[in-house]
């Protein structure tokens, strides 16, 4: 969702916390970051409203064991009587989206979805095991890309979607390609469309996926991003090293105001440490990189809370992957739909238009601010984090 937002003209409005602060609004010293294993509060975890189930997903034995989980935690499943999704729509658009979001429904994926398609910068193939998400960020990556109210879909054949990865093996034309990430093997990318760790605890879908790499004697690797720290079921899981985990970060004014129903940023990072001491290779997705007043300044607190976070792992191997903020016309709308109040800045006459496939528009900030974006990231990176790879930029 987007509430309040940026202007990269004007001061931000509101006081922004000079340390991170939990949910709870308590700060959290950045030297304890360290040692928080295990984490110093529950997981957040998403309670959906409404749970439905399509006929055809209780044909499925994933499906049954979803709903298993889901009636285990005392939340009442609706048998549906056909494979379609009904009384998703409110009266206005703003109760159409909180319904939607509130909902879970476990379905079938479409043929569609089992048609891998790249996924670049980010890896060779998208799998999706899920659609949709319950947080409610302002700037949402999936705006404009789903039809329909977001609701958030989970799918119960498994199964035979990972059953089917195995043709998709050594044929990669994206980070297969790359002679910096070969050794990475052939990658899949399971949170195109989703968080996985926002729906695990319901589904059990991601460790499954988890498992089933370890168990692939091949050199591929399983990879995803979340803006939670539910990483419980995962500690002590056999993963081989075969999926890397990176957690979506960003600095406290942009993750406290345009983040809602996420993790704390404190709490994630401690997830990260808590999966790297386990061997788990490890990522930061920084996104979306906004130009706000005084982004060195928040941005450097944030890489300080990494380097913390990630000291003294033995072994570590961490990737960074940063994205600048960008928005469609379509994104631009619907999100504007779901949070008319947003102080997000998409001003377009602000920005770059660029072509992305297909002919499609989009705005990225001017090529100054994306210098001096990219030399600061790579240089206080590199400084800061010595450790970490950069994977790419854009
Ligand atoms: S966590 Fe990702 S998918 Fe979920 S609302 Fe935020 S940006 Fe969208």
Redesign the pocket.
């Known amino acids: 969702m987007q509430p309040d937002s940026v202007d990269v003209d004007e001061p931000l409005a509101v006081d922004v916390p000079p340390a991170p602060h939990d949910a709870s609004g308590e700060r959290v010293p950045i030297r304890d970051l360290a040692g928080l294993a295990p984490p110093p509060r529950p997981a957040r975890r998403w309670t959906p409203r409404r749970v439905v189930a399509t006929p055809a997903a209780l044909d499925h034995p994933h499906g049954r064991r979803i709903v298993g989980r889901v009636e285990a935690l005392g939340i009442e499943v609706e048998r549906l009587r056909a494979n379609r999704l009904t009384g998703l729509r409110g009266e206005t658009e703003r109760e159409t989206y909180a319904r939607a979001k509130s909902t879970l429904a476990i379905v079938v994926s479409p043929p569609s979805r089992r048609r891998l398609q790249p996924i670049a910068p980010s890896a060779d193939w998208r799998v999706d095991l899920a659609e949709g998400?319950?947080?409610?960020?302002q700037?949402?990556?999936?705006a404009g890309s789903l039809s329909g109210p977001p609701v958030t879909r989970v799918y119960a054949d498994l199964d035979e979607i990972l059953d089917g990865l195995a043709e998709y093996a050594g044929r990669g034309t994206v980070t297969s390609r790359d002679a910096r990430r070969a050794e990475e093997g052939t990658t899949f990318e399971a949170s195109c469309?989703?968080?996985p760790l926002?729906l695990e605890h319901l589904t059990g879908s991601w460790r499954r996926a988890v498992e089933h790499f370890a168990g692939w004697d091949a050199p591929v690797q399983l990879r995803w991003t979340t803006?939670y720290d539910d990483v419980g079921t995962f500690v002590g899981l056999a993963h081989a090293g075969r999926t890397r985990v990176r957690f979506?970060v960003n600095c406290l004014p942009v993750s406290t105001r345009f983040?809602g129903?996420?993790s704390p940023v404190p709490a994630r990072l401690a997830a990260l440490r808590r999966l790297a001491l386990d061997g788990y290779p490890v990522g930061l997705t920084i996104a979306p990189i906004i130009a706000l007043p005084d982004w060195r300044t928040h941005y450097g607190e944030l890489l300080d809370l990494v380097a913390a976070a990630v000291d003294g792992v033995p072994g570590l191997d961490l990737t960074a992957e940063l994205i600048t903020h960008r928005f469609t016309p379509g994104s631009r709308e619907v999100l504007l739909g779901w949070y008319p109040r947003t102080r997000l800045e998409m001003d377009e006459t602000r920005r770059s238009r660029k072509h992305g496939k297909f002919g499609a528009v989009k705005f990225v900030y001017p090529r100054e601010t994306m210098t001096e974006l990219r030399s600061w990231f790579t240089a206080e990176l590199t400084a800061r984090v010595p450790a970490c790879r950069i994977l790419y930029w854009t």
């Open positions: 998400c319950p947080a409610h960020c700037y949402c990556y999936l469309y989703t968080d926002a803006k979506s983040e129903g996420t």
